[in-house]
């Protein structure tokens, strides 16, 4: 690398970065998750200061709606895959620089082997899910995590695990009910809040490469764009919050963050529901000895303990009613089949012996 | 004593205030919550963190001087 890149002069003068600081900004690598509203910024102005690796994750297409916040776009780039026509335009910008797209969509399965190949992570995704998941995968990894977060005229800007300090978990160990948080597709953003949170992100990304200033780790900054206020909050690692996340590390691929976030949901429904639907499959999940069988349902018998090494016996295809004795373990089941990609699932409230009451009463219904 | 309560995001929307001054006894953050619940049901969905003097603090917390408690929830938007 030439570090007398005319491109990089104004920032090379400065006596705090210099030559060796943007040898360190081209040797850096940083992924950067969603590009919408907080990832555009983030990532015009790493390219711009030429950071030499850069990955951009996200599985949308750029919509007419996106482009009042979302700035790399053009009408161009309508329909266009976010991750693609953000490298198009960052390219122009500066081709120089390695950017890598990752156009699926983020997942347990994905995060770990694609943040082990990066230095910083940046969070700009628009849901819990995936904050959650991208928060437990820099720990997991032990990559440090530059947070941004917005709602229609606020914003958060934040450093975590990052030199033992604090996670997203250490602030909101637990996720809010599904649906009380509105996303800004739902209640709308002012355009230029992303621009000015992506932009605080951008430059925590550039204290961490170049080691300059204070990294805003520890601590919790909200921004208000209509009373123009910064507001400092001190976050303390909560060791067990952390330690938890790194005890599971083990079942994290099969971790379902959609579930932990409340946005899908167990579904349970009555004995009689569960009987009159048609061509569903039954999974008996209780141990063989249990009685009553519920014979008239032709279950598949799976004892939840195998239910796991079992799955592949199971077809995804078919609408797929689980029951247990009582309705207990038919839940936890629920949860193995919602990790492993079934999708259509239910599971029925009192189990067994609710069906057992209510079969004879129906049998000639269902015919 | 007094205490300046700030709400942030959506809990000043729903209690349609971004800052108040509260009169009360000393008590526990949980108690403060419970009192402030009562006075904007619209805060009893809400799922937000506490901090005291820019500090977060748990929900047993004892507030027993004149300080600044604000409320922060967490956003999704990107």
């Given at each position: 690398?030439?570090s ?8 090379v003068i400065?006596p705090?970065?210099?030559s060796?600081?943007?040898?360190k ?10 590009a919408?509203?907080?990832g555009?910024p983030?990532?015009?102005y790493l ?9 951009i994750?996200?599985?949308d297409t ?7 916040r ?13 991750a693609v026509a ?6 122009d910008?500066?081709?120089?620089l390695?950017?890598n797209t990752?156009t699926e969509?983020?997942?347990p399965?994905n995060?770990?082997?694609l943040f082990?190949e990066?230095?910083?992570i940046?969070?700009g995704t628009?849901n819990?899910?995936?904050?959650y998941?991208v928060?437990?995968a820099?720990i ?6 530059v947070?941004?977060a917005?709602f229609k005229f606020?914003?958060?800007v ?5 030199q033992?300090?604090?996670s997203?978990r250490?602030l909101?160990p ?5 649906g ?5 597709a ?9 621009g000015i ?5 951008a430059?925590e ?6 080691n300059l ?7 919790l ?5 209509l009373?123009?206020?910064?507001s400092?909050?001190t976050?303390n ?5 952390v330690s938890?996340?790194?005890?599971s590390?083990?079942r994290?691929?099969t ?11 167990i579904s349970e429904?009555?004995?009689k529901e569960?009987f009159l ?8 999940i209780?141990?063989t000895?249990e009685?009553?069988?519920i014979?008239?349902l032709?279950?598949?018998c799976i ?8 799955l592949?016996t199971?077809?995804k ?11 207990i373990?038919?839940?936890?089941a629920?949860?193995?089949l919602?990790q492993?990609?079934?999708e259509?699932?239910s599971?029925i409230?009192?189990?067994?012996i609710?069906l057992?009451e209510?079969?004879?009463d129906l049998?000639?219904?269902?015919k | ?5 700030k709400?942030?995001?959506?809990l000043?929307?729903a209690?349609t205030?971004?800052e108040?001054h509260l009169q009360?006894e ?5 108690q403060?919550?419970?009192k402030l ?7 009893d969905?809400?799922?937000f ?17 004149e300080?600044e ?6 956003f999704a938007?990107g």
């Amino acid at each position: 690398m030439n570090s007398f890149n005319p491109r990089y002069h104004r920032q090379v003068i400065l006596p705090e970065i210099g030559s060796a600081g943007q040898e360190k900004l081209d040797a850096a690598k940083v992924l950067v998750i969603g590009a919408g509203g907080l990832g555009c910024p983030v990532l015009q102005y790493l390219t711009a200061a030429g950071v030499g690796t850069i990955g951009i994750v996200d599985f949308d297409t750029v919509d007419i709606s996106n482009l009042h916040r979302q700035i790399l776009y053009g009408t161009d780039s309508l329909g266009t895959n976010k991750a693609v026509a953000a490298k198009q335009r960052l390219t122009d910008l500066n081709p120089t620089l390695t950017i890598n797209t990752y156009t699926e969509k983020l997942t347990p399965k994905n995060a770990i082997s694609l943040f082990s190949e990066y230095d910083i992570i940046v969070d700009g995704t628009d849901n819990f899910s995936t904050r959650y998941l991208v928060n437990d995968a820099c720990i997991i990894t032990g990559k440090p995590l530059v947070y941004g977060a917005i709602f229609k005229f606020e914003g958060q800007v934040s450093v975590f695990n990052y030199q033992n300090g604090p996670s997203y978990r250490c602030l909101f160990p637990e996720p809010p009910k599904a649906g009380s948080v509105p996303s800004c597709a739902e209640i709308g953003v002012l355009g230029v809040l992303p621009g000015i949170i992506g932009s605080m992100q951008a430059n925590e990304v550039l204290k961490i490469i170049l080691n300059l200033g204070d990294v805003l780790n520890g601590k919790l900054l909200m921004y208000n764009c209509l009373t123009t206020q910064f507001s400092f909050f001190t976050i303390n690692r909560v060791t067990s919050e952390v330690s938890k996340v790194l005890d599971s590390a083990n079942r994290f691929e099969t971790t379902d963050y959609d579930l932990f976030c409340g946005v899908k949901q167990i579904s349970e429904i009555t004995a009689k529901e569960a009987f009159l639907v048609k061509n569903a499959q039954f999974i008996d999940i209780r141990e063989t000895h249990e009685q009553p069988k519920i014979e008239s349902l032709h279950p598949i018998c799976i004892p939840l303990g195998i239910l796991k090494q079992e799955l592949d016996t199971i077809p995804k295809e078919k609408e797929t009613i689980v029951f247990c004795q009582s309705g207990i373990r038919s839940k936890k089941a629920l949860e193995i089949l919602l990790q492993n990609g079934f999708e259509n699932i239910s599971h029925i409230k009192g189990g067994a012996i609710a069906l057992h009451e209510i079969i004879p009463d129906l049998i000639d219904l269902k015919k | 004593m007094q205490l300046t309560i700030k709400y942030f995001g959506m809990l000043a929307e729903a209690t349609t205030i971004n800052e108040e001054h509260l009169q009360t006894e000393v008590c526990s953050v949980s108690q403060l919550i419970k009192k402030l619940k009562n006075q904007y049901p619209k805060l009893d969905n809400a799922d937000f963190k506490v901090a005291i003097d820019q500090q977060l603090v748990d929900q047993s917390h004892i507030i027993n001087s004149e300080v600044e408690v604000a409320l922060l929830p967490p956003f999704a938007g990107g």
